[in-house]
Structure formats: C-alpha cells, structure tokens
C-alpha cells in the first residue's frame, strides 16, 4: 500500500517538473525570438540613418552623425547581450577549452 502511495507522489511531481521545464523552454524560445526581432529591426533602422546621412542635405550634420554613432553603440551591446544569451558553436568551445585548462591548473 505505500509503495502505491510513494509511486503516485513520485508520478505527480515527475509530471509537475515535465510540465514545468515544458513552460519555461516556450519563455525561452519567445525570449529569443523577441531578443532577434529587436536586433533586426535596429540593424534596419541604423541602415535607414545611414542612408539619410549619406544624402546630400544632411552630409555632414552633427546631430544626425552622433545618432548614428549612437545607434552603433547600441547595437554593439545588444550583440554583446545576444551573445551572451546565445552563444555560438566557437564560443562554446572557448568556454569549454578555457574550462579544462582552469581544471589542468588545479
């Protein structure tokens, strides 16, 4: 009788963390997806500066010129965020190699 009761609790809580780890891969796949939205949309937009500074009107205007520096700056370090959130294939062997050799060192 109590190994019923031990295999209907150990069934409930398996069942609780499948449908927890469930919901949190669907946040993080909305994450990412909205974390890559906002990447391209600020890539189409400093394109979209780029060209207005480039015309002849504004060639050389110092207002539009530090908001293009700053459209830089900023997607320098959502890259940097993106990055860090979602590494690629390079930096995770850099991470592993830098990781044995710490463990070489000990």
């Known amino acids: 009788m109590i190994e019923i009761i031990f ?7 398996n069942l609780f963390a ?6 949190i891969l669907k946040q993080y796949s909305n994450l990412d997806s909205a974390i ?3 990447f391209e949309d600020l890539s189409v937009y400093e ?17 539009l010129e530090g908001l293009i520096q700053h459209t830089k ?3 320098n ?8 959130l979602f590494p690629t294939e390079e930096k995770l062997e850099g991470y592993e190699s830098g990781y044995e050799e710490e463990k070489e060192e000990d």
């Open 7 to 13: 295999l209907l609790i150990s069934l409930g809580i």
């Open 36 to 38: 890559k939205d906002i």
């Open 73 to 75: 700056n900023l997607t």
């Open 47 to 63: 394109s979209h500066a780029k060209s207005i500074y480039e015309t002849e009107v504004f060639y050389g205007d110092a207002t």
């Open 77 to 84: 370090q959502i890259e940097e965020y993106k990055d860090y």
């Open 18 to 23: 499948f449908m927890y780890i469930r919901w």
